[in-house]
């Protein structure tokens, strides 16, 4: 007789759960490594095939873990880029070990090391900046934090020394009215931003936007130095006295909008 057909073995078993809307392909894959999922009874194996009408019957504690999409905040220090490794730097997530975890942190959420996967940066932060990153897994505040159309607010402290040639040896009022509304980056008008001076050499700024490495820019447009610049809010979410290097869950209380 000849060999039973791809077609005849029928589908790959992380496909039928996928299309039977259970999970994504990623996430079935990832229960059947752990054994959670069973074909007709049976132990399913990655890389098996089976009937579309077999019976697919999934450990509860795979649902529990998929509703747990984490979101964690990271003070990220200097040095370390927000997204993937570049230049011989290392991600920022290399930090979210147990071990570093902040012993304050308030959320009763369990570590465990599934959460590294899909975790990824809502945002960034250059290599030469600190202060708040958000890792997350799930897609809904990726979105909300990321792209032209946010509209949430993030807030930095910025640390600056006049390079300019005004007779007062300080930045004009003018020219701090400009870094308010009226600059433009390569071509195109920034959105209007809240700036006032927090003490003499540091700048508050509040943003809706974020092109890239957007702050020293614009401050370089009007004989600014940034000297040190540190994230301390996005949207209602707070930095606060999370230390540098440590990170902690955002709580299932905390709403960034």
Known sequence: TAPASVADEGQRVSKLITLRGIASRREADEWIAAGWVRVDGRMAVLGQRARADAVITIDPRAQVQQARRVTILLHKPVGYVS????????????????????????????????????LAPAGRLDIDSTGLLVLTQDGRIAKLLIGDETRVEKEYLVRVAYRGDAPEGRLPEAELERLRHGLELDGVQLKPAR???????????????????????????????????????????????LPVGQWRYLDEHERFV
């Open 83 to 118: 997204g993937q490794a570049e230049d011989g730097h290392e991600p920022a997530a290399v930090l979210i070990r147990p071990d570093n975890r902040w012993r304050e942190d308030p959320s009763r959420q369990t570590w465990h090391p599934g959460q590294l996967r899909a």
């Open 195 to 241: 700036v006032s001076w927090q003490n003499e050499d540091q700048l508050r700024v509040v943003l809706r936007e974020g092109r890239k490495r957007q702050i020293r820019r614009m401050c370089e447009l009007v004989g600014l130095e940034v000297l040190g610049l540190k994230r301390v809010r996005i949207g209602s979410v707070v930095l606060g006295p």
